[in-house]
């Protein structure tokens, strides 16, 4: 997975799969500081401190623990090959919070990637789950909440061609309000192929 | 403040989904899932779900219910995505590109006609 936004949807999906109801997607870049942070915080069910140790280490995970598998130990090995890190804080019964960070102007730091495709393929195929995605940009900051989108639909679905457009819109504003050169790094680096 | 218009265009679509749902006749919900697990991302499960929104969005597919699971244990042939129309029994799809996926919403979900080259017999 050579994008932030994959790992992001693969490491949502573990929130989902611990039954959340409510997650928070929270993107910082600063340049000052040379840092990129991306967290996600969820009210599923947690995890015992001996899960969270186990969690970051593929070979204990891959064998015992299948719901989280390979996607955290990759995200991890990555950030800290970018003088960054990745850490887990969970309880039981009230949710986890994922935090990673990079040096953004690291040379082999990943592309954030298509950070809008993720959030709308999160937000569309998982209704039942609250989505709130915060972004940062040195002092600037934006958040989408998907709440008020639902209650102005109603029944309707989100997964309506005329909503999907609306949705995506939406984010793409959100992003584009803070850092108006977001989808153009995004994409251009996504595009560019992977040299060796 | 941008989030206020797009709210107002939102209603818009609103009106627009429900115009469409009083003329649609009950032809029974479609359900279309995609898998989203590490190995399915890893195969490019989003640029399959990426190209099944857009058809959605460019030919105004209306009434159809995308949604995402986990790993189904067949990482091999992942990209996975399911389609259940009505009460016929559930299709499965195995590497699906974006081309794929395409023709899954167009031939299959639009008129009824399965897409025969990726279909999975479990």
Redesign the interface.
Same mark, same amino acid.
């Given at each position: 997975m050579r994008e932030l936004s994959l790992h992001l949807l693969d490491i949502a999906e573990n929130s989902i799969a611990a039954g959340a109801k409510r997650i928070e997607i929270s993107l910082i870049e600063d340049s000052v500081l040379d840092l990129l942070q991306m967290s996600i915080t969820d009210n599923g069910k947690g995890m015992s401190p001996e899960m969270v140790a186990q969690v970051t280490d593929p070979f204990i995970t891959s064998r015992t623990t299948r719901k989280v598998g390979l996607g955290i130990p990759l995200l991890k090995a990555a950030a800290e090959a970018c003088n960054g890190f990745l850490n887990i804080t969970s309880e039981l019964g009230a949710g986890t919070t994922l935090t990673v960070r990079f040096q953004r102007s690291h040379i082999d730091r990943m592309p954030i990637g298509d950070l809008v495709t993720t959030m709308v393929n999160l937000i569309v195929c998982n209704p039942m789950v609250h989505w709130l995605f915060e972004y940062r940009y040195d002092n600037k900051s934006a958040v989408f909440d998907d709440e008020p989108v639902k209650d102005t639909l109603g029944d309707i679905p989100l997964s309506e061609p005329e909503v999907l457009t609306c949705i995506r819109n939406m984010i793409e504003e959100t992003v584009l309000g803070i850092n108006p050169e977001f989808l153009q790094d995004s994409v251009t680096l996504t595009n560019q192929p992977i040299r060796r | 403040m941008?989030?206020i218009k797009? =709210?107002e %265009?939102?209603? /818009? &679509? @609103?009106e627009? &989904?429900?115009k /469409?749902r009083e003329l649609k006749a009950t032809s029974g919900t479609v359900q279309v899932i995609?898998g +989203?697990?590490?190995c399915g !991302? &890893?195969a490019g499960a @989003?640029d399959a +779900? /990426?190209a099944i =929104?857009e058809t !959605?969005?460019t %030919? &105004? !597919?209306?009434g #159809? !219910? #995308?949604?995402?699971t986990?790993?189904i244990g067949l990482c091999e042939k992942e990209p996975i995505v399911q389609v259940v129309i009505g009460e016929q029994p559930k299709v499965t799809y195995g590497k699906v590109t974006p081309e794929i996926a395409r023709r899954i919403m167009k031939e299959h979900v639009s008129s009824g006609k399965i897409v025969e080259s990726n279909k999975i017999n479990l």
């Open positions: - | 941008p989030v797009s =709210l %265009d939102l209603k /818009k &679509a @609103r627009e &989904a429900l /469409k995609v +989203m697990g590490t !991302i &890893a @989003r +779900m /990426k =929104l !959605i969005e %030919d &105004a !597919i209306s #159809v !219910i #995308v949604t995402q986990g790993c």
